[in-house]
């Protein structure tokens, strides 16, 4: 794999060369500035060998380099091994930016210039490295060129996957509700319409679902809407007569995906919104031909508000998960010690052991199980060559999450399946209390995520530990694990958390070459009391799954982080019990009991 990465770069340098290009920038975006994307759009996976969901390949004639962020600094070192490849750690102090690291490279270049291409970069990020370079040198930006069409030879197709009808049982509003909603906030921007490019934002408005992409049950469209009507933009093989049928009683006609700049071109309002950080910079420029209401799109902050019958979708999904989650932790450490199990096996499992649950579709990101050394990979996805087998000594930690139609969840457990060391208890026991922490926080409405960090954080940072990755994150309604547009992390996130929100607690420590910790639950925001000072609100556990006991230093925890531990614990209990047989059971009631 090593020499066909090679190759490809010398691929890529011809048609460079060809076209005056000294350097190419491949993000890790498709046209609706997806974080995970079909495989059409999986560009700088293909050129660089690196499979993270994050990061960016930058290629000059001369040289190449990744940059990446600290989920993936392990993985993607391993991975750029044996190529040409430099990894530049992203918030590493000395790691240069990438608009730095081209004025370097390209200093004795004149008239340089660096191709991005306008599709799959969105406006902002072309916008900003335009004006990053030319500080650079006046290094110069073309956008209208994606050289994968021609290296690119057995690059797969769009998906034709058809979409389907979430129903309203499940979705709890009507698209043409939410198309009502969406045009009363477009009218408070003073925008007459706007372009929907997420995908899954297409996906909720329309109360619509596909399989375009691993994990993800979206698919690939636009939504372009106006004052009176609104047009689908897909392909025309992912639609049935059932869904045009829908769709028209909605309010809603379809187009041809390709179409799409057309359909801006033959706009029939005054002005529209367009998110910068959504909409690619080629259809920026083609909207731009009347005036354009630059502005955040509103349909993520309401797409991540719950309404009542998603949250009670939420409790079925998670009590569900919950129920194979038990299963299979009774399974694990016997089949542990009896030999044969691999990372991969028991990943095999516990997919196996959802899937036997109701309204089970798929997982909702690929199982995280990384068993010593490896669970400090913080994004460590095994394969047939990393994969280890599992030994009765030591941690494995088990992140994962599965896709039921009327819920997503997402759980990280980090399990011992046998003797571990003062260490790891101790580095156990400071990831469980800033969870806990994070779980009993009471905050005033308006609050944003990185308000709430330091919680998850203060007891590490006391000892000079730390982890760079976020805190938490929003989880869709049947839709992407990860979404927005609120984040509980220490850059600043101004999006206020709301009641009905969901979002992750995800606190880790990872000691490289050792082991990793990380303890998550899937959070939703409710109110917790209103007084002169305002209204506050309160964290409510959705996942059901027990906590690990066994490595806690009961010394190192506050009398409040045993009471909240032994509290959820009851509340696990109560919630699965009935629906366990007896042996299960009494398991859990082990594995719940005070402490």
Sequence with gaps: MKEEINQRLRNLREVMRREHLDAFIFPSTDPHNSEYVPDRWKG????????????????????AALWTDSRYFLAAADQLSGTEYQLMKLKVKGTPTIAQWLGQELKDV????????????????VEAMIADLRNEGGITVRHNFDPLTVVWRDRPAIPDHRVEIQPLEYAGERAADKLARIRKAL???????MLVSALDDVAWTLNLRGTDVHCNPVFVAYLLIDTTHATLYINKEKITDEVRDYLAGEGVGVAPYADVAKGLKQYPEYNILLDPNETCYSLYRVASCRPVVSHVSPVPAMKAVKNETEIAGYHRAMLRDGIALVKFLRWLKPAVEAGGQTEMSIDRKLTALRADQPLFRDISFDTIAG????????????????????????????????????????????IPLGPITDEERHVYTLVLKGHIQLE??????????????????????????????????????????HEG???????????????????????????????????????????????????????????LCPIDTEPIILDELAPEEIAWLNSYHKYVYEKLAPHLDDEEKEWLKEKTKEI
């Design 44 to 63: 700088r996976e293909w050129v660089s060998g690196f499979n993270g969901s994050a990061g960016t390949a930058v290629v000059t004639m001369h040289s």
């Design 187 to 193: 009218r408070a921007l003073h925008a007459d319409g």
């Design 485 to 543: 547009p609120h984040q509980i992390r220490m850059e600043y996130m101004p999006s206020p958390l709301v009641d009905g929100m969901t979002v992750t607690d995800e606190p880790g420590l990872y000691l490289a070459g050792k082991f990793g910790v990380r303890i998550e639950n899937t959070l939703l925001i409710r109110p917790y009391k209103t007084t002169d000072f305002g209204t506050f609100l309160q964290f409510e556990p959705l996942t």
């Design 440 to 481: 009993l926080c009471k905050f005033p409405e308006g609050a944003s995520g990185t308000q709430l960090d330091i919680l998850a954080r203060e007891a590490m940072w006391r000892e000079g530990l730390n982890y760079l990755h976020g805190t938490g994150h929003g989880v869709g309604s049947y839709l992407n694990v």
């Design 110 to 125: 004149d008239g340089a210039v660096v191709g991005m291409d306008g599709m799959v970069n969105n406006c902002s990020s």
């Design 371 to 414: 068993y010593g050394a490896h669970g400090a990979i913080v994004h460590y996805e095994a394969t047939p060559e990393t994969d280890i087998p599992l030994e009765p000594r030591g941690f494995l930690l088990l992140d994962s999450g599965a896709q039921y139609q009327d819920g997503t969840t997402d759980i990280t457990r980090t």
